[in-house]
């Protein structure tokens, strides 16, 4: 693979950060299809699905779960996970950013459950990264 493909497949990245404003925020069943994870600003420090597996972000914090592409691979980063307040599911989010393609996609289903407020803001759905994504979690009640 050339350098400039090489530069492509990272170049197809998501950046997550996650807001626990008034409650404990567990991450639970991340899965990753395509690329990998890394730290925030370091796509050359990966990090095992097992460190994201789990983690819980305390009330009034936030996390950030960062993908991108392999280097070497023809590929962007496609993966999932979900959000939980004890055994209570708030939300699953999906995104797919892949590589050689004009189109960014995820999709964020929020709880039904009227004791939460969740809102996601943020993402580019054109060619290129699908770039920084915002999901707020509140416990109204």
């Known amino acids: 693979m050339s350098q400039e493909n090489e530069v492509r497949a990272e170049a197809q990245w998501v950046d ?22 890394h730290k925030p600003g370091n796509k050359g420090s990966e990090v095992k699905i097992s460190d994201i597996e789990g983690h819980v972000i305390p009330a009034g914090t936030s996390y950030r779960i960062c ?12 993966g999932e996970f979900k959000l939980y307040d004890g055994d209570i599911e708030l939300a ?21 459950n009227t ?22 979690c509140i416990k109204v009640r």
């Open 16 to 37: 997550i950060e996650i807001f626990a404003e008034n409650m404990n925020v567990t991450v639970k069943g991340v899965s990753l299809k395509w690329g990998k994870f």
């Open 67 to 78: 993908s991108s592409g392999r280097a070497n691979a023809s590929s962007g980063t496609e």
């Open 92 to 112: 699953k989010y999906y995104w797919d950013c892949p590589w050689g393609s004009k189109k960014n996609k995820d999709d964020f289903k929020p709880t039904s």
């Open 115 to 136: 004791n939460y407020k969740l809102n996601k803001t943020g993402g580019n759905y054109e060619s290129g990264a699908l770039g920084n994504i915002n999901i707020i």
